[in-house]
Nanobody, 121 residues
Framework: QVQLVESGGGLVQGGGSLRLSCVAS????????MGWFRQAPGKEREFVAV?????YYTDSVKGRFTISRDNAKNTVYLQMNSLKPEDTAVYYC?????????????????WGQGTQVTVSS
């Protein structure tokens, strides 16, 4: 069983930055594919970024968000710059025991509780 705990959300003005963190339990974190998803009120859960043997981003965050990981700390990060009001959502960390799980949330077996990100205009 893998447990994921996110942190780093909050309220920020448009154009600002936040860094989300997700700490994972488990001894084989380095072999997991790690993803970030988000869900805004009234909308479906949306893929944001993934890191495995490659990294990949949804088009709307390319050039603004960066996903990274520190395997020694069992932690994955999402650095979010140039934030926009449309980035407002609950952000979820997800993990899967494969090298690259892609953009489909159904590929991920483990989920965190989510952290709220609110961007004001």
């Amino acid at each position: 069983q893998v447990q994921l705990v996110e942190s780093g959300g909050g309220l920020v003005q448009g154009g600002g930055s936040l860094r989300l963190s997700c700490v994972a339990s488990g001894r084989t974190f380095s072999s997991y594919s790690m993803g970030w998803f988000r869900q805004a009120p009234g909308k479906e859960r949306e893929f944001v970024a993934v890191i495995g043997w490659r990294t990949y981003y949804t088009d709307s965050v390319k050039g603004r968000f960066t996903i990274s990981r520190d395997n020694a700390k069992n932690t994955v990060y999402l650095q979010m710059n140039s934030l926009k009001p449309e980035d407002t959502a609950v952000y979820y960390c997800a993990a899967d025991r494969t090298a690259y799980s892609g953009t489909n949330y159904q590929n991920y077996d483990y989920w965190g509780q989510g952290t709220q990100v609110t961007v004001s205009s």
